[in-house]
C-alpha cells in the first residue's frame, strides 16, 4: 500500500511539472507577460506572424486576407512550437482600392511600420520570424525586402510565405484547375475557416477576369473583385468536404517548409 501512495505522488509530481510546462495560449495578445518570458526564448523561438489587407475578394469577406494567415497559423503553432503573433490587417491593397471597404495603406507607412513589427519580434528573443502572408502584388516584395534587412541587421532568421503560390499544386489536386485572386482556392480554404463568410448564391461569372498576361494591359481600379489564373475557371463549385481537405492540405504543405528551413538553418549553423 506504501509502495502504491509512493508511486501516486511520483505520477502527480510529474503531472505538475508537465501542466506547468505547456503554455496557456499560442497567441501573443492573450498570454500574459510572465508566462511569456517563462517560454521564449528558453521553449519557444518561432513566431508566425500573419499579414494580409482589407480589398474584395468574390463572394468571400474583404478580410481573407488575413482570416487565412490567421487560421492557418493556429492550426499549424502547435506543431512547430510557435507563438502566433497579432495579425497586420492593413496592407499595400493596390489596384483594388477602390471597391467599397477596401483599404489602401501607402508602402512610405507600411514600411517603417512592419520593420518595427519585426525588429520586436527579435527584441523579444524570437529566432525565427516567419510571415504568413496573406496578400500579394507589392506587398509581398516589401515583405521579402524589409524582413531581409532585419535578419542582417539583428542576426534573427526570417522566412516570407505566399501560401497560395506555395501551395498552387495543391490546387491542382484537390480541385483540378488553378486558383487565383478570391478564385475557388481562397473561397474554399475560406470555408473551411468558417462557412458563413462564403455566399456562392451571389457568384456572377462576370465578375470575374483572367489576370493579363505580362506586359499585355493594366487597368486600375481592376475591373473585377475575382482574378482567375485561366480564364473561365473559378466557380466556387467545390463541398465542404474538398475545402475541409484543401486547408488541411495547404497547411501541411506551409508546415513542412517552416521545418526543413529551420532544419537547414540549425544544420548551417545560422
Known sequence: MKSLFSVCLILLSFSSIFAQQKISTREMDRINWMEFAEFVPEKITTVLLPAGTLEPHGVINNGADNTAPFAMAMDIAEELNAMVAPTLNYGITGSMAAFPGAFQISEEAYIPFIRDILKGLAKNKFKNIIILNGHGGRQTAVLQKVAAEVAHELGVRTLVINWWSFASDVTLEV??????????????????????????????????????????????????????????????????????????????KVAELIKETIRKWDLAGL
Not at 481600379?221 to 463541398?239: A, D, K, M, T, V
Open 175 to 252: 480541385f483540378k484547375e488553378d486558383g487565383g485572386h478570391a478564385g475557388l482556392n481562397e473561397t474554399a480554404y475560406i470555408q473551411a475557416i468558417d462557412p458563413t463568410l462564403v455566399h456562392k448564391e451571389r457568384y456572377n461569372p462576370d465578375q470575374a477576369t483572367a489576370n493579363p498576361k505580362p506586359n499585355t494591359w493594366s487597368a486600375v481600379p481592376f475591373p473585377s473583385s475575382i482574378g482567375l489564373y485561366q480564364e473561365g475557371q473559378g466557380y466556387p463549385n467545390f463541398n465542404q468536404a474538398q475545402a475541409d481537405e484543401y486547408f488541411r492540405k495547404v497547411n501541411a
